[in-house]
């Protein structure tokens, strides 16, 4: 059985909010109901692997890239995000818990859980790359691309 204090370990970072909306899906008996997070709606990919939920962010990557999937998927991601990671923290907590029996597993629990505080530091410089990695492409590329252009139109 894990306990609030274990997925406190767990969690890390604003615990409170987590372990509220963990309430909820405990009390639907692990059953699915919408809230909301602003993070994971706003910055999908980054928030999922912030909370170390490394096939989520995958999936968050890969939809990035189809033309419309990204924008309704940011909406699934605001809807489901405390689930998607009550789900993971409860598989993860059950393994650390299952490896270790009978032993103080706290430790253990804060380092499989927790946060990577890299991921902030890493986006916010991707945020402000973009634009300069945007406007080196098009110097390099940007006349090739105008000069075929003009000669399917001529």
């Not at 767990?10 to 909010?17: D, E, L, M, V, W």
């Not at 602003?38 to 999936?59: D, E, I, N």
């Not at 804060?110 to 080196?136: D, M, N, R, S, Y």
């Amino acid at each position: 059985m894990i306990t609030t204090d274990d997925y406190a370990s767990f969690i890390g970072p604003n615990a409170g909010k987590y372990l509220f909306n963990f309430a909820k899906f405990q009390s639907l008996r692990d059953g699915f109901t919408a809230t909301w997070h602003w993070p994971a709606f706003l910055f999908g990919f980054w928030w999922f692997l912030y909370r170390k939920m490394y096939f989520w962010a995958f999936v968050t990557f890969l939809l990035g890239f189809l033309p419309f999937g990204n924008l309704i998927a940011q909406f699934g991601y605001g809807l489901s995000a405390y689930f998607l990671y009550y789900r993971d923290s409860t598989a993860k907590a059950y393994a650390v818990m299952s490896t270790y029996p009978g032993q103080n597993t706290r430790m253990i629990l804060e380092e499989t859980g927790g946060v990577h505080g890299w991921v902030k530091i890493v986006g916010i410089l991707c945020f402000f790359l973009q634009p300069a990695w945007i406007f080196v492409v098009s110097l390099l590329f940007g006349g090739a691309f105008m000069m075929s252009f003009q000669q399917v139109i001529m």
